[in-house]
Nanobody
Framework: QVQLVESGGGSVQAGGSLRLSCAAS????????MGWFRQGPGKERERVAT???????QYADSVKGRFTISKDNAKNTLYLQMDSLKPEDTAMYYC????????????????WGHGTQVTVSS
């Protein structure tokens, strides 16, 4: 049974930083994609960043140069380092995974965490 548990959210002022973590368990696929998504108030869920089993990364234009996705296979943990945060980054952030490798950006993700809230004040 796959379990994804996010942590690290919180409240921060604009310009600040946060690092989100996603602890993954029960994942045995050798080729996979993992990613971070977010849903702001009154907005649709959007893709933020993805990483595949070969460490290839992709980012939404709105976060390029500010956010960094990474993973630590030894710890079974996915990270999202968020710098230069803006009020428009306020959202619930979700970790997701799917047992398909290659280019992750357009994939449908099958497994989801429950989310961690990020609030950025101006």
């Amino acid at each position: 049974q796959v379990q994804l548990v996010e942590s690290g959210g919180g409240s921060v002022q604009a310009g600040g930083s946060l690092r989100l973590s996603c602890a993954a368990s029960g994942y045995t696929a050798s080729s996979y994609c993992m990613g971070w998504f977010r849903q702001g108030p009154g907005k649709e869920r959007e893709r933020v960043a993805t990483i595949n089993s070969d460490y290839n990364t992709q980012y939404a234009d709105s976060v390029k140069g500010r956010f960094t996705i990474s993973k630590d296979n030894a710890k079974n943990t996915l990270y999202l380092q968020m710098d230069s945060l803006k009020p428009e980054d306020t959202a619930m952030y979700y970790c997701a995974a799917t047992p398909i490798g290659g280019s992750c950006w357009a994939l449908r993700f099958l497994d989801w965490g429950h989310g961690t809230q990020v609030t950025v004040s101006s």
